[in-house]
């Protein structure tokens, strides 16, 4: 075993000294040590139960002859985090997470890993970690948050953001809004809608990374603690049969997580993480780019409508099927041979799957849209590309041209919204957002909600930012290079006429590459007084493109 490094041998005699400290005993010395990440903490929802998920995976582990130790990371919240410095740490966090789990499991030589992460930059940064450190490793993501109820009608996170514009353009009284903010996020779990974390978490299952109905089985379902300790006590089975996670985490597995993810019409931070995940298994011969999400969108359907695309929340994806539900359904269109931490195929972990609801989880006869959720747009904006959310946008925007006004901020944009200075038909574009610009690359929910909720109509947003997972519209994100690395956004200037064009996947504005580069070579760049963990984020951090990773 592994963790023979530190406990057999009359050499190692210190170390067991310090593992009697702990209260390991004899016998115990002779079983596989179990990491146990879990990244619970007070301030984040989707973590707050997450001790009673760890003492659920102990219970597996312990009770199929493993020892457990548990070790903590960290959590952000993006929600709380959002539209303050507080958000420049969010992305970064996903490096700092990985590099907590390697660092604690390389220094205890553990036989293998539980992984508990719930929301946005956790889970990918707990996949990174075990992609890195590639030994036996299986994820139990905290689970999604029950919906609320506002009025007769599921609520979550993201009304209530769009709320604050209602209220502000007079739409809303103060008094729905408190109203509406004591009943939208009601307990634990990743909020309640189709947002990075649950995203994140769908793509974990369908890359074979957790079990079965892991992603949609709630937090507060007694499902839940029975799939945790079901995880604890497959580690052993990982262990003894030496499944790591570079036999899980293959080329097609990485290209059935993309399918899924086009298929739900997920998060765009997909388009981040998992060319981050697939980064740290390049050794391997794994590549995954944004080019490979605009190929499988163009052949994958979007067959689930799940807030803020549309009216169903993941209460309703897990009822009617959950992932397994969705994979049968794309069971043509994937690798089903490919190995899962079950020890089996994805072809056998959903031979007893069924699509219980077809109003939620539609068939490929009969798609929301005939393509996936996610486009990849290119041109002399975005020349190394940008993202957009294609499945959450209005028909009529599909296709739009106006009059670009900039911002080099987040909060410059938002204060000139909320001035009523945004008209119909204006392409807000919001620069120096980006990994290095921001540094963090912040996501604009902000803005993207306030023009929702003050229903201000045909305007577009383009950033080298990004946005929430519950951003809706026609938002275009990431785009690359960013303008703090000399990208074409740092040319535009107010009135030059962009172009967006999602079916053919262009994005343009209308000036010659020569005035571009003049542009370019005089912009005046932020200043930004940057110290910490952010100052190396900002020195490191590649384009967007790239998955923002560091090298």
């Known amino acids: 075993m592994r963790s023979d490094t530190i406990k057999k041998g009359f050499q190692r005699a210190p170390h067991r000294s310090l593992l009697r ?16 990440a879990n990244s619970f903490t007070d301030i984040v929802p989707g973590h707050i139960h997450l001790n009673t998920v760890a003492e659920a ?6 009770n199929a002859g493993g020892v457990a130790f548990e070790f903590n990371t960290m959590a952000i919240c993006d929600g709380i985090a959002m539209n303050h410095e507080g958000m420049r740490y969010s992305l970064a966090s996903r490096e700092i997470v990985a590099d907590t789990v390697e660092s604690v499991a390389m220094a205890h030589q553990f036989d293998g890993l539980v992984l508990i992460p719930t929301c946005d930059k956790i889970v990918p940064g707990m996949l ?19 919906p609320g109820e506002f009025k007769g009608k599921s609520v979550d ?27 939208a996020c009601p307990g634990p779990g990743s909020c309640a809608g189709l947002f990075t974390a649950n995203t994140m978490a769908c793509i974990t299952e369908a890359i074979g990374m957790s079990l079965p109905y892991c992603a949609t089985t709630h937090a507060v379902a007694g499902k839940k603690i029975r799939i945790a300790r079901e995880s604890g006590e497959q580690i052993l089975n990982l262990i003894k049969n030496d499944i790591t996670p570079s036999k899980i985490m293959t080329q097609s597995a990485f290209e059935n997580a993309v399918a899924v993810d086009m298929a739900l019409g997920g998060s765009s931070n997909t388009t981040l993480h998992v060319p981050a995940i697939a980064n740290e298994l390049s050794e391997k ?19 689930t409508s799940i807030s803020p695309a549309g009216v169903h929340s993941m209460l309703d994806l897990d009822k009617a099927g959950g992932i397994p539900g969705v994979l049968k359904v794309l069971e043509t269109k994937l690798d089903m041979e490919v190995l899962t931490c079950t020890g089996g195929s994805l072809k056998e972990n959903i031979k007893d799957a069924k699509v219980l609801d077809e109003n939620v989880i539609k068939s490929l006869d009969n798609p929301i849209h005939p393509e996936g959720g996610i486009a990849v747009l290119k041109g002399n904006l975005a020349p190394k590309g940008s993202v957009i959310k294609q499945g959450a946008v209005d028909p009529d925007m599909m296709k739009h041209e106006g009059p670009a006004k900039v911002y080099n901020s987040e909060e410059d944009c938002v204060e000139s919204i909320f001035k009523g200075e945004i008209i119909e038909g204006d392409v807000i574009v919001i620069r120096y ?18 023009i929702s909720g003050m ?38 200037k107010n009135g030059d006429i962009i172009k967006i064009d999602i079916p053919n996947r262009i994005l343009e504005f209308d000036v010659t590459e020569a005035e571009i580069k003049k542009r370019i070579k005089e912009a005046i760049k932020p200043d ?15 384009s967007a493109d790239e998955g923002a990773v560091l090298r």
Do not use: W
């Open 21 to 36: 400290a702990c209260g390991v005993t004899d016998e115990e010395m002779d079983r596989p040590f179990i990491g146990v």
């Open 57 to 62: 995976v102990k219970t597996g582990i312990n």
């Open 128 to 146: 990174m970690a075990a992609a890195r450190l590639d030994i036996p490793s299986i994820v139990v993501t905290g689970g999604p948050m029950l």
């Open 157 to 183: 996170l993201i009304n209530v953001y769009e709320a604050v514009g209602a209220v502000s353009a007079g739409k809303m009284s103060k008094e729905d809004l408190l109203e509406l903010e004591q009943c």
């Open 285 to 303: 011969g794994i590549a995954v780019d944004l080019n490979l999400f605009d190929e499988f969108s163009k052949k994958i359907p979007h067959i």
């Open 433 to 450: 957002e980006g990994p290095k610009g921001g540094p963090g690359m912040r996501e604009m929910l902000n803005p993207t909600s306030a």
């Open 455 to 492: 229903e201000i109509k045909s305007v577009a947003l383009i950033t080298d930012g990004r946005f929430s997972g519950g951003t809706r519209g026609p938002c275009v994100g990431h785009v690359s290079p960013e303008a703090m690395a000399d990208g074409p956004l740092a040319a535009v």
């Open 528 to 542: 930004r007084n940057i110290k910490g963990c952010l100052a190396r984020y900002m020195k490191l951090a590649t």
